[in-house]
């Protein structure tokens, strides 16, 4: 089982449509988590952090964590062409020292 | 204004040669981190560094070499024994305290001919 598991897609929604995201960990002891947005051929940049469980919102982005479950979501509302990227998964793991771990990235399409 | 610098963006190299990639922050940040990224995949440690003059192996350390010497500065050397160093190259650092959140440079893609 990989640490960080994420679909590859390609997931394609249209404009305007609600994108979800999701990642899974196997870490238990795990107590921060990042989503990462990788435009092709850039670096990734920092979109939003999650530690508590719950939700947490930032404009049309929202992070769920569901630490029981071992699960977090990222959902994008009101999906546009631009929000068309790969989204990483990071989980900070404990039972590597604190090291970030990440996912394989899901490309996400939103087609205009 | 802040960030990180990595040089060369592109860089060809033949086999059989070591290469440099240079990372530099002006961030005053105290941990500095290398990734490699392949195609379809996600990133995988190479080193990183918590504090000047001390460094750790990620989980793709062979083949690679590192020094800290400044706080500033971080960079990567791929050796002739990297099998397969064809990739993207990422430096990242990240403040000591606070949240946990990387800052990522523009990356280095090198390429084996």
């Known amino acids: 089982q990989k640490e960080v598991e994420q679909n590859s897609g390609p997931l394609s929604v249209p404009e305007g449509a609600i994108a979800s995201l999701n990642c899974t960990y196997s870490d238990r002891g795990s107590q921060s988590f990042f989503w990462y947005r990788q435009y092709s051929g850039k670096s990734p940049e920092l979109i939003m952090f999650?530690?508590?469980?719950g939700d947490k919102e930032d404009g049309r982005f929202t992070a769920q964590l569901n630490k029981a479950s071992q699960y977090v979501s990222l959902l994008i509302r009101d999906s546009q062409p631009s929000d068309s990227a790969t989204y990483l998964c990071?989980?900070?793991?404990?039972?590597?020292?604190?090291?970030?771990?990440f996912g394989q990235g899901t490309e996400l399409s939103v087609k205009p | 204004d802040g960030g990180i610098t990595q040089s060369p963006k592109y860089l060809f190299r033949k086999e059989g040669q070591n290469v440099t990639l240079s990372c530099e922050q002006n961030?005053?940040?105290?941990?500095m981190y290398w990734y490699r990224q392949d195609p379809g995949q996600g990133l995988r440690l190479i080193y990183y560094s918590q504090i000047v003059n001390d460094f750790q192996k990620g989980d793709i350390a062979e083949g690679y070499s590192v020094s800290r010497e400044k706080k500033e500065s971080f960079p990567l050397t791929v050796t002739s024994a990297q099998k397969n160093p064809t990739a993207f190259y990422l430096c990242?650092?990240?403040?000591?305290?606070?949240?946990?959140?990387?800052?990522f440079g523009a990356g280095s893609r090198l390429t084996v001919l």
């Open positions: 990071a989980v900070k793991s404990y039972n590597q020292g604190g090291k970030l771990i």
């Open positions: 990242a650092s990240r403040t000591g305290t606070g949240a946990n959140v990387l800052t």
């Open positions: 961030l005053n940040h105290d941990a």
């Open positions: 999650i530690y508590s469980n």
